[in-house]
């Protein structure tokens, strides 16, 4: 796969950029209340997205032309917006929720926006295959959204976050090998700011739970936002079927399991094991199985790509050879 190590060092930048902004400004504000933490928090993940996305040199444009840049000019920008305004405890959890539950409602269209499937032509659906087609998208990411941040107040514990950054990794080397390399890149930076502003704000609690309910609730957000709008940019604007598209965008409601009767321990330790693995497994099938149909349907491809570029190679060499020959002579 092309350029591994330009996503890799973005990736590396993103999570270097977020972690650094996390320690510094957790560490000055040691006194932080839950909502300033809350707000630390999506600043150091912008902070880092936006490092990651400048290594790449995306060339980003107003006004945006496709999928992926309606969803990191808009639809990003305002899940931040949001979740920022979750930290402030004047604003009732009740509004909080209805301007999330409008994000939901208006990211499929956001993104299929200008696209074919909504455009005059022919080819595009009919009004009500866009309704029910944007309809049920809005519907999985509700879901997906809610269900999440009620199990994490229920627990409160950080790997419920976790487990849409695994996901969100998961869909990014999909999208990837589904043929759309870029909005598998900007994956890719988006967990790794993701992550280490997790990791770094879990570590300077001394390793004890989320403390905030706003903050790891803030941290689904942004997960679930960007986890649904890259599956569905890479499965209307790329090849992921909607098979892998929807393994990978409920993986994390698996962590559910663990209040499922037998399942049930008082162990938090034990749970968050149990639920670690349950996610990870399910997204290891779902790479698994897009890296054999990559294999299948790409390998060939490569391997004629490889043979074709390395003919000019020959030819030079055999050129060189026969200069050789006649200065020699």
């Known amino acids: 796969m092309p350029e591994l190590d330009l996503y890799w060092k973005s990736a590396l930048i993103a999570a270097a950029a977020a972690s650094g902004v996390t320690f510094a400004l957790l560490t000055l504000g040691k006194q932080c209340q839950q909502g300033c933490r809350n707000s630390v928090m999506m600043v150091a993940i912008a902070v880092g997205f936006c490092a990651g996305n400048w290594f790449l040199e995306l060339n980003v444009v107003w006004p945006p032309r496709n999928g992926l840049e309606r969803f990191l000019i808009w639809i990003l920008p305002l899940a931040f917006i949001i979740e920022l305004g979750a930290g402030w405890n004047r604003l009732p959890k009740r509004y909080l929720w209805l301007f999330r539950l409008a994000l939901a409602v208006a990211t499929p269209r956001i993104l299929l926006h200008g696209s074919v499937y909504l455009s005059d032509h022919s080819t595009a659906w009919s009004t009500s295959q866009a309704i029910l087609t944007l309809g049920s998208c809005s519907i999985l990411l509700i879901l997906t959204w809610g269900i999440s941040s ?13 487990s849409f950054q695994m996901a969100l990794l998961c869909a990014a080397f ?18 790794a700011a ?34 649904f709008s890259l599956l569905m940019i890479g499965r209307f604007f790329g090849e992921l079927s909607t098979g892998e598209g929807l393994a990978v965008l409920l993986a994390p ?11 049930q321990t008082k162990k938090p330790w034990l749970a968050n094991i149990v639920r670690s693995l349950l996610v990870g497994i399910a997204l290891l099938i779902v790479l698994f199985i897009a890296k054999r149909n990559f294999d299948r349907e790409m390998g060939p491809l490569l391997v004629i790509k490889q043979q074709v570029e390395s003919v000019p190679s020959q030819t030079e060499e055999r050129s060189r050879a026969g200069s050789n020959v006649l200065i020699t002579a």
């Not at 009620?150 to 976790?162: A, D, K």
């Not at 992550?195 to 803030?218: D, K, M, Y």
């Open 194 to 227: 993701l992550t280490a502003t997790t990791l770094t704000g879990w570590l300077l609690a001394g390793g004890h739970p989320v403390e905030s309910q706003f903050e790891a609730s803030s941290l689904i957000g942004i997960g679930a936002v960007g986890l």
């Open 174 to 191: 999909t999208i990837m090998m589904a043929g759309y390399l870029k909005g598998g890149a900007v994956g890719i930076t988006l967990v």
């Open 253 to 263: 409601l698996l962590c559910w399991l663990t209040e499922i009767g037998g399942l």
């Open 150 to 162: 009620w199990l994490c107040c229920r627990s409160g514990t950080v790997i419920i976050p976790f």
